[in-house]
């Protein structure tokens, strides 16, 4: 089975786990912006992150057969400097612009404040001026209040539901994100997040329609092959080819299939390690 990963933080993680979500079925990936580990300080720090993110790490994935695009923005967990957003903001336009740039993300609250509304607004504006679809972060801790928060956020702004991938749902907030026109994210991980018996859970109280499941992989416990364990729970769990299909590839197809530059190639060859370790 063909799996498309379509939030995974992949500069924080190593060459050997590339090979892994290769061998595993993964042929392409989209990595949202996210935070680094401690709040960056100047414009210019972002800026090379972006750079990093849409040219070498696209590089390095297509090394090992996968093909790597990215989603930029200004992440909510650093949001509480409005003058350093305000500056990021005013020099973002190239990086949106690159040909691998699918998306704007992911945006959001982690707080719940007023600086992270800010930077969501004002993000949001940005996207709709470029047509580009969106990845909206959920908190992690009060997630009903944040996703309430979000969407007011979004209507008033106007914005299209259907070009919003919202992430990180837990069963506490199904029954409200069911009730927008936004595509909705379930994230994998060993222990702080969903694990691959919830999933199935959700998905046979819900359906799969709308649905987009990731492994988002970033520097805590975390695992690049979340999703190829999770098709391999919804088989065991009685679920049939095409809800895992829709889970794992055909609802990424859809939702990225609204930016004009997500082209995915998933015949890439891995190169001969020896021929780009010279």
């Known amino acids: 089975m063909t799996i498309i990963e379509p939030h995974i933080h992949m500069y924080s993680r190593t060459t050997d786990d590339y090979q892994a979500m290769y061998r595993a079925g993964i042929r392409a990936c989209v990595e949202p912006s996210f935070w680094l580990g401690q709040d960056r300080r100047y ?8 750079n990093l993110i849409l040219n070498f790490e696209t590089t390095r994935a297509r090394r090992f057969g996968i093909d790597h695009y990215c989603a930029v923005a200004y992440n909510p967990k650093e949001a509480e ?3 350093l957003v305000d500056e990021v903001l005013a020099g973002m336009g190239e990086y949106l612009d690159h ?3 699918v998306a704007l993300g992911e945006i ?5 404040t007023d600086n992270e509304e800010y930077a969501c607004r004002r993000q949001l504006e940005i996207a709709a001026g470029r047509n580009l679809p969106v990845i909206i972060h959920l908190p992690h801790f009060h997630k009903p209040e944040g996703i309430r928060r979000t969407m007011k956020v979004i209507r008033e702004a106007g914005f299209p539901e259907d070009r919003i991938y919202l992430d990180h749902n837990t069963e506490d907030t199904m029954d409200q994100a069911r009730d927008t026109g936004c595509w909705l994210g379930l994230t994998v991980y060993p222990i702080s997040k969903l694990t ?3 999933v199935s859970h959700i998905v046979r109280t ?3 329609d709308r649905l987009i499941v990731s492994g988002s992989a970033d520097w805590g416990i975390s695992d690049p092959l979340s999703l190829v364990k999770v098709v391999d729970f919804l088989k065991r769990d009685g679920h ?4 895992i299909h829709k889970l794992v590839f055909a609802n990424a197809m859809a939702f990225y299939s609204r930016s004009p530059r997500w082209k995915p190639e998933f015949d890439i060859q891995p190169l001969d390690p020896r021929e780009f370790q010279r």
């Open 43 to 50: 414009a210019g720090t972002f800026f090379d992150y972006f």
């Open 81 to 83: 400097n409005r003058p």
């Open 99 to 101: 040909p691998r740039c």
């Open 108 to 112: 959001g609250f982690n707080n719940l």
């Open 196 to 198: 691959p018996q919830r």
């Open 206 to 208: 819900c359906g799969p």
């Open 240 to 243: 049939d080819e095409q809800t």
